[in-house]
């Protein structure tokens, strides 16, 4: 409460009496602020009473009582309700039940049975941009000699590469034969009937990168860049435009942009020589390109689009050439080399996990000492606030980068006892830390070291490191460290990137935990292995927390958590909602609930602990289990094969078959890539919904993706035209 808040009361009673009570230690004050607290509780509730009536402003709980009042049922493919008690339940009943749809849902039954009405569904209620096609426009047959139609039905032109990328997509204009199964069915569904309708949906989203510097590739040539500072390929996407067009077309979706599509919206600028590339390069565009030290844009006349696979095509004097499928650029080589090059653009990924110029919430102590490092601040570089850092010697310091730059420098961090250090990225930025090989004798990875306390011979000081990405080393944490967070953070796997994703040092740990600290959490962040070099004997276990995040070893046979030349880590791991790829060896799991451990688990100390609706690999060793896959399954399949009376070698099978059924399935399991660590169309059902609350297992189980394609399927039944019917396709 305000102190005007506070004293409201009081500063209603006459000034003897107020006088009166100063005079005695202002008893009577006291008292008229807690009545005045209880009046203030009151006058809130009764103003939110009013705020309810309204879907714009009424808390979530109420939306599905507004809801019921407009006749609006939640579908019973979304599965069971839940209590809402906490924010966990209150954010899948936002997916349930949307209130953008709720709010819509007048509006939509006023233009149901129309295809544009579909589109707009697909936003209200899942949350996805999406495109209706009717398939029946795409079938070939005979027209009629007096109603021509040049434009539908057309077979296909080889000489069209354009249209030949579009098949099977949502912009496809090519012809097919008639299909009768429906687009609506769960087994193999099909597009091109007379009654389908298509909805195009598209869940990867966008995000920028503002103001980054290029990545210089010198083996290849001096004047070829990447647009991904840590030297890999990434593809180019679309900045999605304003929504309400019916049909949206590329441009107003978050799709990827192809070769033909940059060259196909070129058009002649007035008044300059050549073409422009007037939709995907420029100002608040989907890209844009810098050179020189003041930054000047290159015009976008300049720009051509060409395939720059293997870096051999060369563009002529004052062209500058740009591959948005991979992310290549490539500059003339007779031109002088450039000082540097910076880049705007988007790359696509599922949710707001790890390094990224996102929204995420700030924390830090009351008292603390803020420190700026950026271009436009009185620190250019992390050293020199560190070293400032050092002299003021504050407890409680936040070292703050302020824009999506590359900082190339060691960075050692020694802590006293009692501090608290914060290295954090801005909100909505991005910048990069590349660690390189600075000595030849030591490692040259993020070092953190801790003092202890004197006075209780304790370890007291914390680390931060929130919203940075760090590549070419990894973190190491050594002495007396209480504790260290690591959030919305990326320790790229493997230390780095090739151009095509792949590790750069697959078997390098991207956190080494040696002596310390006592307590690690990792929230909303991508990381690879994590090595504890702990003494057994003098210590206690490390625990480590993580959650809503993915621990990448960079293949199931490799060690995610582990120590070296050691059975099992000298840590406790609490893992919730986290996609592991790798094996983990550790003293106990003390709990896992919601993920997926891709590699065998040893838990040394199984006693303790349990894991619950997880994927965890055939053949771990892990503490008690609870409605787990495969072993789920596998009771379902030996209770059939005792039913049928089934032979050992038909009941092996049979077992064989369903831990092969349940396995996880992903689109991408390289980091770099827009899928990566997205579940595949094709998954398991098992999998998709085996988190206790019926969402998918692993990193982005609070997406609700499950909850929201099932409500988006029980809309499309009620909105479709009639005698139609429509079905849904992941288009990303």
């Known amino acids: 409460m305000t102190p005007n808040k506070a004293d409201r009361l009081y500063e209603l009673l006459p000034v003897i009496h107020r006088i009166r009570d100063a005079e005695i230690g202002y008893p009577l004050r006291g008292l008229l602020q807690v009545i005045s607290e209880q009046v203030n509780v009151v006058q809130a509730d009764i103003a939110q009473l009013y705020e309810n009536w309204f879907i714009e402003t009424c808390e979530d709980w109420v939306v599905p009582y507004i809801g019921d009042l407009v006749g609006y049922a939640p579908g019973s493919e979304t599965g069971e309700p839940v209590d809402v008690k906490n924010g966990r339940a209150l954010a899948r009943e936002r997916a349930v039940i ?18 544009a009405v579909l589109e707009d569904l697909a936003e209200a209620a899942a949350g996805w941009p999406g495109r209706a096609v009717e398939f029946y426009r795409l079938l070939s047959y005979t027209q009629n000699i007096n109603y021509l139609n040049l434009n539908r039905g057309c077979t296909v032109d080889v000489r069209k590469g354009h249209t030949l990328e579009e098949l099977g997509g949502p912009f ?40 980054a510097p290029a990545y210089c590739l010198e083996e290849e040539s001096p004047h070829c860049y990447l647009f991904n500072s840590l030297g890999a390929d990434m593809a180019l996407y679309n900045n999605p435009r304003g929504q309400g067009v019916h049909p949206p077309g590329k441009l107003n979706l978050p799709t990827p942009i192809t070769r033909r599509d940059l060259d196909a919206h070129k058009k002649k600028t007035p ?28 015009p976008p006349e300049q720009i051509v689009a060409a395939d720059l696979t293997d870096w051999t095509y060369r563009p002529l004097p004052d062209q500058v050439a740009v591959d948005p499928e991979l992310g290549r650029i490539v500059f003339p080589p007779g031109q002088p080399r450039r000082q540097s090059v910076w880049v705007s653009y988007r790359y696509a990924f599922s949710a707001d996990i790890g390094g990224g110029e996102y929204d995420r919430t700030l924390s830090e102590p009351a008292n603390h000492t803020l420190y700026l490092v950026g271009g436009q601040e009185s620190f250019t570089r992390i050293n020199d606030a560190l070293k400032q850092w050092q002299t003021d010697a ?48 030591l490692p040259d990875s993020l070092s953190v070291i801790g003092e202890i306390d004197p006075a209780t011979n304790k370890a007291n000081c914390w680390f931060t490191l929130d919203g940075i990405l760090v590549t070419g080393r990894g ?90 030349e050691k059975l099992c880590a000298y840590a406790v791991l609490d893992l919730r909602r986290v996609t592991v790829i790798g094996q983990i060896q550790t003293h106990a799991i003390q709990l896992a609930e919601n ?71 992903f689109n991408s399991v390289r980091y770099g890539r827009p899928a990566y660590c997205q579940l ?15 969402s998918e297992m692993g990193v982005f189980h609070d997406l609700y993706q499950p909850q929201r394609a099932a409500n988006l399927r029980v809309r499309l039944d009620e909105y479709t035209p009639a005698g139609m019917t429509a079905g849904v396709i992941f288009a990303s």
């Open 394 to 441: 504050p407890a409680n310091a936040v070292i703050e980068i302020t824009d999506s730059g590359v900082y190339v420098e060691p960075i050692n961090i020694s802590l006293k006892a009692g501090q608290t250090l914060q290295l954090r990225a801005a909100n909505r930025t991005r910048p990069v830390i590349r660690l390189l090989n600075w000595q030849t004798s």
């Open 680 to 694: 595949a169309d094709d998954c398991a059902i098992e999998i998709i919904q085996g988190a206790e609350d019926e």
């Open 271 to 298: 008044g300059k020589p050549g073409a422009g590339v007037t939709n995907y390069y420029g100002e608040n565009k989907s890209f844009e390109i810098f050179t020189g030290p003041d930054r000047q844009p290159v």
């Open 475 to 564: 973190v190491q944490v050594q002495g007396d460290v209480a504790g260290v967070t690591i959030r919305h953070s990326t320790l790229v796997p493997g230390w780095g990137l090739t151009c095509d994703c792949e590790p750069l040092r697959p078997t390098e740990p991207s956190l080494e935990l040696d002596d310390a600290p006592n307590c690690v959490r990792i929230e909303h962040s991508i990381i690879g292995s994590i090595q504890v070099d702990r003494d057994e004997v003098k210590e206690d276990p490390c625990t480590i927390f993580i959650s809503d995040s993915i621990v990448d070893a960079t293949a199931p046979d490799r060690v995610a958590v582990g120590a070296p």
């Open 595 to 665: 993920s997926i451990l891709m590699g065998k688990a040893l838990a040394c100390r199984r006693q303790q602990g349990c894991i619950r609706f997880c994927y965890v690999t055939p053949g771990s060793r892990t503490p008690k289990r609870f409605e787990c896959q495969p072993d789920m399954v596998e009771a379902a399949a030996a209770a059939l094969a005792a039913r049928d009376n089934l032979s050992a070698d038909e009941k092996n099978a049979l077992l064989t078959g369903e831990r092969l059924r349940v396995e996880p399935q």
């Open 98 to 115: 949307p209130r953008a749809e709720v709010a819509d849902t007048v509006r939509f039954r006023r233009r149901k049975g129309t295809i």
């Open 172 to 211: 496809e204009k090519s012809a097919h034969t008639v299909n009768v199964r429906a687009a609506n069915a769960r087994h193999f569904p099909e597009r091109y009937n007379i009654p389908g309708v298509g909805l195009f949906v598209w869940r990867l989203k966008t995000y920028s990168v503002t103001g």
